[in-house]
């Protein structure tokens, strides 16, 4: 409002003081110690239209200030600032507030003496009550503190004359002074429909050493059995399970991701840990993509659910394998590296190879080559493709070298105990005997 009343009157601030907003704004900066902006304001006015203005600038100048008098002990500076008001009253009883004609002069000098009618009268000005009592306040007693609030609000005007306009927000304010932390969270929850307050009030009431309940409540959850749960974690439980109430998509990780963090700050047996993975195992894999599954298997990974990890890799390679998707399924296989089905796998593949002779499912393994070793039949499968590119498909050039290569290495295959399954063994010793009648040609 400051800023606007300045840019409406740049070409001509002399007249600054006609402005309809003047005298709010410097109203509000005196009620909500904005002094230096209030000065600046008074500056514009002429003083040889109210002399009072240079009384009213000299109280404000020097009103005792906290911050600047730290120097002084809490009974100094009460006794420096009752000697300050004192003038305060004296300007307003003895000055002659002449050329005041809209009385703003005289209502800064009221709002400095801390006159209970004059906050009142400014009502619509403060807009609520609790501004305005503190505001009040802060003239009456600036070394208050919440004790008085609350006797101010008990035995002071202000709540009378806001009364028929208090609300559910209202009378949480009102429980805060009055430090009933049980009533505050649990209108909190009323009020706002969710935890999101009440988990973090309670947190950091929990982190500071102040949380005193008279009662701990347990609120219900499909998610975990009842316990008797720290009040602050049931909360941070219940906020969570909150943000996961949304469907899983990708689209909605992150919040996922906040509702994790929020868990593993419920330390007691492990508990955020349990939810997450509960959550997890929830989540139905035979109806997402390939993408969300692997921020599935991953978030697992990293928070150390591995036995979970692990089922989430074999489900979606058996899902993969079913709908013929052997590259998903292979990569899945190498990502939990189980054996068994590992070898199952790269049977399949030999025999779909085998009747198609499509070289691409030959080169599912050559991105894989590291990850694979810890199965016999994978091995096979990536040395057989070595040896197919060798003798099958190398240039004249280099023809017969390759040749050579890809004999030795299949005699070597042969040699290995195990590696190549028996049901492709007379495949293989047909393509090296045909290899070898090759190379006696040439």
């Known amino acids: 409002m400051v800023q606007a009343i300045f840019s409406s009157n740049s070409e001509n601030t002399e007249k600054l003081h006609l402005d309809d907003k003047y005298w709010i704004c410097i109203l509000l900066a005196v009620a909500q110690g904005r002094i230096d902006t209030a000065r600046h304001l008074l500056s514009f006015f002429p003083i040889d239209k ?6 009213i600038n000299e109280l404000l100048h020097t009103m005792p200030n906290l911050s600047t008098h730290s120097h002084l002990s809490l009974f100094e500076f009460k006794a420096k600032w009752e000697y300050w008001q ?12 002449e050329g005041d004609d809209n009385g703003g002069m005289q209502t800064i000098c009221k709002l400095l003496c801390a006159d209970e009618s ?3 009268s400014l009502k619509l000005m403060f807009n609520n009550w609790y501004y305005m009592l503190i505001s009040y306040m802060s003239y009456a007693n600036p070394t208050f503190n919440i004790s008085d609030l609350h006797m101010s609000i008990e035995s002071g005007p202000f709540m009378k004359e806001f009364e028929n306009e208090l609300d559910e927000f209202d009378a949480i304010i009102l429980k805060i002074f009055e430090f009933d932390v049980d009533v505050i969270v649990n209108e909190c929850v009323k009020l706002f429909s969710n935890n999101f307050f009440s988990a973090h009030f309670l947190n950091i009431l929990h982190l500071t050493g102040k949380l005193q309940l008279k009662s701990e ?3 219900g959850s499909a998610f975990r059995e009842e316990s008797r749960l720290p009040i602050h ?3 941070l439980i219940e906020y969570s399970l909150q943000l996961l109430s949304a469907a899983w998509s990708p689209s909605l990780l992150s919040l996922n991701q906040t509702a994790f963090d929020y868990l593993l700050k419920c330390q007691m047996d492990e508990t955020g840990i349990d939810l997450i993975e509960t959550y997890l195992e929830r989540i139905p894999l035979t109806e997402i993509s390939q993408s969300e599954a692997n921020k599935i298997f991953y978030i697992a990974f990293q928070y150390g659910l591995h036995d979970l990890a692990f089922s989430i890799g074999r489900v979606m390679q058996m899902r993969a394998l079913k709908g013929r998707q052997y590259g998903d399924a292979l990569t899945w296989n190498a990502k939990i590296k189980d054996c068994s089905f590992g070898n199952i796998l790269a049977d399949k593949i030999m025999e779909e190879f085998f009747q198609s002779n499509d070289l691409k499912l030959l080169d599912l393994t050559e991105s894989l080559v590291k990850e694979i070793i810890y199965s016999d039949r994978l091995i096979f499968l ?6 197919y590119r060798l003798a099958y498909l190398s ?5 017969t070298e390759n040749l050579k290569q890809a004999i030795d290495l299949l005699v070597h295959l042969l040699q290995v105990p195990n590696l190549i399954p028996f049901k492709f063994k007379k495949l293989v010793f047909f393509q090296l005997h045909d290899l070898l009648d090759q190379a006696k040609c040439i």
Do not use: G
Not at 86 to 97: D, G, I, P, R, Y
């Open 50 to 55: 109210a002399p009072v203005v240079r009384a």
């Open 86 to 97: 004192k003038k305060c009253v004296q300007v307003l009883t003895s000055e002659n507030f």
């Open 118 to 120: 004059t906050f009142l």
């Open 217 to 219: 409540i347990d609120f």
């Open 233 to 235: 974690e049931q909360h």
């Open 382 to 387: 990536n040395k057989y493709r070595e040896f």
């Open 395 to 399: 240039s004249k050039s280099e023809r």
